[in-house]
């Protein structure tokens, strides 16, 4: 047993170890071993978890790296773009939309030459949503100037992390590096890996310290200009220098793998080559398939096919020679891309090879192009049979019949069409006249008579019962007892979160009023449009056949951290002040992603990002106030409620139909339980946001065209609870009452009096 585990360990130079971890493992703790300056980072499935191990590992003091939480991924490649220019190592990781929203910023991080590392955790770009494995999000790169490193297993994205700083900070290189691995097939796949035992072997073989002699905005005595406005012929000079720089990292990776060999025994060549030296047919796949292929070439091999397969281990910059090499004595091959270039007649890898195998004398090879495994779809050894299937027709017939096609798909069933479940509600269910709203003529503040609670259970219930939500989820009890107080049909827009998620899965819906969703950055936005659609549409008469008795009313619902990536385009709608309302529920974290901190998550609470150990409590800074900032840009109407107080929260419902209606833009917040990031009992959700209500970290008020009054006062009522009766109900804050958490307990207490005060102050002083 002792020798196979030697001869499985290899003949590297330096001690190593072996863990059983996974992709998303292997990128955390090939950074923690670099030890970064700065990770700028936000969470998105499947990459989310790299942040989340690193934040552990800083919790108990295993790394230095500064772990910033931005407010989107765009402010994350922002964050890491400003620490790149500053001289230090630059780490993220990322997916899918996320990956887009930052997609402008990647061509200024390569185009200033600015070396950093990215992990990209491939899955699908909606829509619609699909948050599994494909490379639809790869493709976007291959443009920006990143070199691109493949990662099929576990073990290669541990090992082209560390390759891949040393690459990126290459002097005749001098670029960012893009580490690309299969999300879910890889991120989460457990494998056993070998890594450096020590970190002082990783930095001997990447260096200490970044190669200096580089400018740097740091340099007090070199002051530089960074990212100049160039005109040409310096523009194209640039990138001509840049280009040059792209196809040097080849030879550089080159060299930097052969180094990294012989340190350890694994060796990652330009091309993963699979029996392919006297191959006549071959399939060409990326990552994770590429491992499932290998079975399938030793099964025809036995058979006395002549099969073999390559896969890149490096896409930027294409390998086209050694491509081309490799296929020269092979008569067809079948090119899988895991995502289309739409209207391109193939996707992205099958037009570079055809390019490659043309550019350097290749005409006798035959290219079948097939697109695979979109949406997380799985790739098994029978289909990889039907690939070299393919390829072997085309060598018997002398021509490829079909050149590309997509794989997997099937034909639509009409008998399987999606049908309607639930019937439209009918106006006169909705319009029960109930609650009405009238302006008072003195005051000129609205003035809302509605029937006890009891009465208001007679209006149907807008989300169907059926969807996926946690035991104790607050989100649907909270969003229904809101939905009391509106009288008449609605018009609702989800952001990608929980209640979006786990009311939709095609072909079903929860919804009985008509739904859209759109990404957590741009709800706001897109409601605008449809709601400045409806008054223009209205305003020509096109909508006069509809027979519609009243208008709608428009609802944004947004949670899971909405208000910090979709906050500019709310506070843009709001400025445009168009006729709708922004309800958020306010979970305290990324709950839909995995319970990691939001910028609405207090101080000092435990989340998957803001981890509680030796070195650190939970999260280190002060929760944002929603309300108060969209009150800053004096809309109409803005409360906060509770379904612990129901009265008061179906109140304000109706006063913001009434305003969303007549005046303009409405925000609202509601807190919600969720018992599972909580960590509280499925049952005393109710009771845990009403607890945060009477400690007054969570006030009950409206603010009515610019004035403030408090709907519920604890203090008045002789009701107020301390703080840390609250903080008690939870698991995730359960620490903070310990003696060694004392200093961040006394600073949340601080903030959370400080807050309650300035609102009494601007409820009895109306001009504040």
Known sequence: MAMDLKKEIGQGKVEQRIVYESGNEMAAYAAHQINYHIMGYFPISPSTEVAQFLDLMKANGQHDIVLIPADGEHGSAGVCYGASTAGGRVFNATSANGYLYMLEQMPVQSGTRFPMVMNLVCRSVSGPLDIHGDHSDLYYALNTGWPILMCRDPQAVYDMNIMAIKLAEDPEVRLPVLVASDGYFTSHQKRRVQTFAHRADVHKFIGEQPVRGFPDTLDRHNPITVGPYMNEPDYINNCYQQSMAMYKAEEVYDRIRREYCELTGRDYPLLDLYRMEDAEVAVLLLNSSAEIIKDVVDQLRAEGIKAGSISPNMIRPFPAKAIAEALRKVKAVTVGDRADSYGGHGGNMVLEVKAALFTHGNRDTQVISRVYGLGGKDFYAEDGHHFFQLAMDAVNKGKVEVPFDYFGHTPGDPAKAPKRVLKPMKFEELKTGLITVKPDEQSGKLTVKMPPLRSLTRKPKRIAPGHGACPGCGIFSGLELFFKGIEGDIVALFHTGCAMVVTTGYPYSSHKATYIHNLFQNGAATLSGVVEMFWERKRR????????????????????????????????????????????????????????????????????????????????????????????????????????????????????????????????????????????????????????????????????????????????????????????????????????????????????????????????????
């Open 541 to 768: 008469g096109e909508l006069d056949d509809l027979n519609l008795p009243d208008d709608f009313t428009f609802v944004m619902i947004t949670g899971d951290g909405g208000m910090d990536i979709g906050m500019g385009p709310a506070i843009g709608a709001a400025l445009r002040n168009h006729k709708m309302i922004i309800l958020e529920y306010d979970n305290e974290g990324y709950m839909n992603t995995g319970a990691q901190l939001s910028y609405s998550t207090p101080m000092g609470h435990r989340t998957s990002t803001s981890n509680v150990g030796s070195f650190q409590g939970g999260k280190l800074f002060h929760h944002k106030d929603t309300a108060q900032i969209m009150a800053a840009t004096h809309i109409p109407y803005v409360f906060t409620g509770s379904e612990a107080y129901p009265q008061d929260l179906v109140r304000k419902a109706a006063k913001a139909q009434w305003y969303s209606q007549n005046e303009g833009l409405v925000y609202g917040k509601i807190l919600i339980a969720c018992p599972l990031n909580w960590l509280s009992e499925d049952q005393d959700g109710s009771n845990i946001v009403g607890a945060a209500v009477e400690s007054c970290f969570f006030p009950l008020y409206e603010v009515e065209r610019g004035i403030t009054n408090i709907t519920y006062n604890p203090d008045e009522k002789k009701k107020r609870i301390p703080l840390v009766d609250w903080l008690k109900t939870m698991g995730k804050t359960k620490h903070m009452v310990k003696e060694e958490y004392a200093e961040a307990l006394q600073a949340f207490e601080a903030e959370v009096e400080r807050r309650w005060s300035a609102l009494k102050a601007k409820h009895e002083h109306p001009a504040l």
